[in-house]
């Protein structure tokens, strides 16, 4: 099925049964990222007496429980209550079901940029330099997402322990940038837009949703941040229409699925 539609003053065609999933796939007790060495995301049988929700171990059906951190366990969603007192939930602040976004690639670099707490020499960084570079000349009305794929780009980034493989960050003038160019949701291959281990500042988050240290802001509410996907090399940089799917959880993150469509301007 193809659709023909207008971003802005754009005529554009995309082709909705050719869909690039861009999450990684949850696999429960098999291989997965990990962040922060949480549990590994885990599925069960239930039990309840004589009832055993495993058809192989003789039950009537596979029913299953399901154990997993959101944050830690692979590709995510998550709203500004993340970080705020106020205990704000994705499925009221993703109100977005079509997103006109750019794909982006970048190699995160040791730089001058600031951070906070400061850089280490061995921190590698997604800087304002890059964003700058691979952003210019960019339609405004195709800048509501940003979709950004750091190099190298290997596929064991479905199955990181980034705590042995540290993670690339933003700086300060990085995401600043991003904010300045009205992002509303953007989507990242690190596990955070933070360094890992930093003090509990969460300087990039708080740039992001505009937020003082745990306060809320109600004119950021509606942007999200994506953290954990991955982008295949035969993805090209460039227009893509983002459909961001979240199951329907009254939380501050939620598992996640972006689909992205090409598109073609007309």
């Avoid at 921190?123 to 210019?136: A, C, F, R």
Wanted: aromatic share 10%; net charge negative.
């Amino acid at each position: 099925m193809k659709g023909i539609f207008e971003i802005g003053n754009t005529k554009c065609q995309v082709d909705f049964s050719k869909g690039n999933d861009i999450s990684i796939p949850l696999n429960f007790n098999g291989e997965q990222p990990n962040t922060y060495g949480v549990d590994i995301a885990s599925s069960a049988p239930y039990k309840d007496g004589k009832f055993i929700g495993d058809t192989r171990k003789g039950g009537p059906c596979n029913f299953e429980t399901y154990s997993f951190t959101p944050h830690c366990n692979g590709t995510h969603t998550e709203c500004i209550g993340h970080i705020t007192d106020e205990r704000i939930d994705i499925l009221s602040s993703l109100n977005d079901e079509m997103i006109p976004s750019t794909l982006v690639s970048v190699t995160p670099k040791n730089t001058n940029e600031n951070y906070t707490p400061d850089l280490n020499t061995e921190d590698l960084v997604i800087t304002k330099e890059d964003l700058e570079l691979q952003l210019k000349g960019v339609n405004p009305e195709f800048l509501k997402g940003v979709i950004i794929r750091t190099s190298p780009n290997s596929e064991n980034k479905k199955s990181r322990d980034y705590m042995k493989e540290t993670p690339s960050f933003f700086s300060i003038e990085a995401m600043e940038y991003l904010v300045s160019l009205g992002i509303q949701h953007l989507l990242v291959d690190t596990p955070s837009v933070d360094r890992l281990f930093d003090d509990g500042h969460l300087s990039a988050h708080n740039i992001f949703w505009e937020t003082k240290g745990k306060a809320f802001n109600l004119n950021t509410q509606n942007k999200t941040i994506t953290e954990m996907i991955f982008a295949p090399d035969y993805l090209e940089d460039g227009a893509y229409l983002l459909n961001l799917q979240i199951p329907a959880f009254v939380s501050d993150a939620a598992p996640s699925r972006p689909i992205l469509y090409k598109i073609n301007e007309l």
